[in-house]
């Protein structure tokens, strides 16, 4: 799990900034363990085994709350904030395409 804690909640170990996790991908190439940090807009990467922070597998997706697989190895992050977006991910973290609606909230 992300972050370690210890017995006071403090984390133990560089969680990378991690603000707001609420949606969570293993990466189907990589093995790596993505988070969704909303309150950084970025999603963020960490070693499944030893929970170590390995950097930012994407920055520009605002407010990113879901994560799931699409087609071809996509990854589609949902946004919750009034635009509501969509962002299709490559398996590099890069932005593809952006698909906006009316928001999730």
Not at 22 to 43: C, E, K, N, R, Y
Request: charged share 10%; proline share 5%.
């Amino acid at each position: 799990y992300i972050p370690r804690v210890d017995s006071m909640g403090n984390p133990t170990t560089d969680t990378g900034g991690l603000s707001g996790a609420t949606g969570m991908l293993i990466h189907p190439l990589t093995g790596q363990f993505l988070v969704a940090s909303q309150g950084s807009d970025q999603v963020k990467s960490y070693n499944p085994f030893t929970s170590d922070y390995n950097g930012n597998f994407a920055t520009g997706v605002v407010a990113p709350s879901g994560m799931l697989l699409g087609k071809n190895d996509d990854i589609l992050v949902t946004s919750f904030n009034s635009s509501g977006a969509v962002y299709r991910l490559d398996y590099s973290g890069n932005v593809i395409s952006t698909i906006t609606g009316g928001g999730l909230n």
